[in-house]
């Protein structure tokens, strides 16, 4: 693995040297755009807007508009000088009780590993951690912007797990969400006997992502046919539009009991 980060942990007074490795892969299928008509690929340019010629990386900076349309430039020993001592450091500030953060608010993790120098304060802040059953809550800089995260104990490894500002969710209240709405006790008793038919234990490595699969099904699929060859199009299965009236709610409530038994 390559190290997106190195640094160390501020602990009090205490400072553990770290690297920060991406806690998560993506697994995507590479597809490229290409032109309709003789399937020419695209690619993306860094163009000028006032001369329209593409500009090379290592011409790039960034920068500030003014108000009069002119630019205040930056350079990484400006953003460097903005927080001098935050920018090499996962500086924990407080500690909490990790049920006490929403859902909403996690966002990334990311996997610490100590440098050789810190193995013991690297362990002595997981002891800490099991021990007080809590979770560090640091801020940190990556790639010239301010994160917050929590620091916490999975298995024998730190976690930075990352997670948003408040100033960054959206309310809920922005959406056309119901309020009280009456329900009868059979159609809510129907309700909680399908939750616990369905209900299992969390074992992330049974759920795969079975869309990817199926699209390199397709993939090979056409690699197999005679270039050229077009396949037959087909229509996509129309989807039916679910009944929500509440006369109905019922039925369908019966109709998924009866399809669990099946």
Request: aromatic content about 6%; hydrophobic content about 35%.
């Amino acid at each position: 693995m390559k190290a997106l980060w190195k640094g160390g942990i501020s602990f009090g007074l205490v400072n553990i040297p770290v690297r920060l490795y991406s806690g998560s892969v993506t697994h995507r299928i590479d597809l490229d755009m290409i032109r309709k008509k003789d399937h020419c690929a695209i690619e993306y340019v860094r163009v000028c807007k006032k001369d329209g010629k593409e500009v090379p990386w290592d011409e790039i900076e960034k920068g500030y508009r003014r108000d009069d349309g002119d630019y205040v430039v930056l350079d990484k020993a400006d953003f460097a000088k903005a927080m001098p001592e935050k920018t090499q450091t996962i500086d924990i500030f407080e500690f909490v009780l990790e049920d006490e953060i929403p859902s909403q608010y996690l966002e990334k993790p990311y996997i610490v590993e100590p440098e050789k120098s810190a193995m013991k304060t690297y362990a002595l802040l997981r002891a800490a951690l099991k021990k007080s059953g809590k979770v560090g809550l640091a801020k940190f800089i990556i790639r010239s912007a301010e994160h917050l995260g929590i620091l916490k104990v999975e298995d024998d490894a730190i976690l930075l797990i990352q997670i948003r500002f408040d100033q960054d969710l959206r309310d809920p209240s922005e959406a056309k969400i119901p309020g009280e709405i009456s329900i009868q006790k059979k159609e809510l008793d129907m309700a909680m006997t399908i939750i616990d038919q369905m209900t299992d234990k969390f074992e992330p490595e049974k759920y795969k992502d079975t869309y990817k699969d199926e699209l390199l099904k397709m993939i090979k699929k056409k690699l197999a046919e005679p270039k050229g060859k077009k396949s037959a199009k087909k229509e996509a299965p129309e989807t039916k539009a679910k009944k929500t009236d509440t006369d109905d709610l019922l039925s369908q409530l019966k109709a998924s009991l009866e399809a669990m038994k099946n």
